[in-house]
């Protein structure tokens, strides 16, 4: 196996050891850029000289005998973190030319663990999207198969942790944007507990649903990156201050015996892909092995739930991308009049997808409409949470395919936004609910394609999360496959 194609624990040993360099890490991870990035276009900015200069120094450190939990690693970051100095533009054509001033929180902290960022990657416009073909930069293609999605926003952190153009990445889940494309190419992603994982930093599109997550190579790298990025930021007023526990620790414990699992009745139709319904049947079968009881439960407002964020987070989006004028950074285009260069700037700055969400966001926070929609909206939110609140007193944990159907192919769903918002109608609901659920390889399709499983746990469970999807991972040994038959 190349260094490229192994997790980030793997290859923190062989460093330990003395047996590689940061630089032979890199070495293997360019030279993987270089053959497949023309056909996937993962990243929208590649930092190959800076991250020699990083490897450089983060090899003295580590020579020093400094503790980095990642030292020597390679990161990519979803381009809608700000970077110091490195332009910032969530796939869009509005923040052409934004540099700035600042760090996200995450991105400090990724750094100061020592981790080398090798560029930022693709994603839907401003996040907004399941499939990574609404970016001004052109769509991201799944390294399993270059004809469909990798899924989104977070697509091109997906396929390049999948493709090894990364080791690491970071994602943003505003509706299951870290676990929809973890899915759809066959990785880990974590959406953790809102507010366990600082969002300063973070370009907002929905500010009361959107978290950071990690996107691994397998359940271990999960654990090793969220240690490094949870925890309270004075910064962001809705970070927690809670204690941490060491989330490496759960992946040495694989005994479920007494562990609770629900799986919604909701969630499994006749609508849902055949492939998406053997890979549930086999996971449920796994965790029995594994000493869990599985049973029947039911999130009886689930089908509510998709029609709620597709209110609540176009509502939020619209204040959010008010401040997208032409006026203070970004792209500017003149106009006859202050009026007209607002109109200009936004038309010719956005594209299609974000046009539409601000649309509907802007229409239910209006004058006559707010009480019959955003606010009901926000009383059916209440109600999602409170079937989860349920559920959790009958079991520990609730299994739910990621998404029904593996990956699609590109252009097939792009001319029907309401097609697109169904592949995400598993992950939405965690979201409004603001607790956490992790995705997982759960098995593959007739045409070799993974199929992603998702685990729900309570707020700030990350640990129990993390550990059955660690037992599940080591006794199927599924997250080792990877593309291109390596």
Partial sequence: MELCDMPAWKLKELIRKGDISPEDILDSVFERIEEVERDLNSYITILKEEAYNQAKEIKAR?????????????IAIKDILCTKGIETTCASKILKGFYPPYDATVVERVKRAGAIIIGKTNLDEF?????????AFGP????WDRERVPGGSSGGSAAAVAAGETILALGSDTGGSVRQPAAFCGIVGL?????LVSRYGLIAYASSLDQIGPMTKDVRDCALLLQVIAGKDEKDSTSLKVDLPNYLEACRHHDLSGIKIG???EYISESLDPSVAEVMENSKRVFEKLGATVKEISLPHTEYALPT??????????????RYDGVQYGLRVKGKSLRDMYLETRTKGFGDEVKRRIM??????????????????????RLVKADFDEAFKEVDYILTP???????????????????YLSDVFTVPVNLAGICAISINGGFSKENLPIGIQLIGRALDEFGLLKIASAFETETELQGCRPFGR
Avoid: C, H, W
Avoid at 127 to 135: K, L, V
Avoid at 310 to 319: D, L, N, Q, V
């Fill in 62 to 74: 580590l020579q020093k005998g400094e503790d980095l939990p990642l030292g020597g690693i390679p």
């Fill in 140 to 143: 991201t293609r799944n390294p």
């Fill in 402 to 420: 990621t998404s029904p159907t593996p990956a699609f192919k590109l252009g097939e769903k792009i001319e029907d936004p309401i097609l697109m």
């Fill in 360 to 381: 509907i966001g802007t229409y239910v926070l209006s004058a006559g409409y707010y009480d019959a929609f955003y606010l009901k909206a926000l009383k059916v939110r």
């Fill in 309 to 322: 964020y597709y209110i609540i987070a176009p509502a939020e989006a619209s204040s959010n991308l008010a």
């Fill in 191 to 195: 959406k953790p507990t809102y507010g």
């Fill in 263 to 265: 799986i919604p009745r």
């Fill in 127 to 135: 996040a907004m999207g399941s499939s990574t073909e609404n970016s």
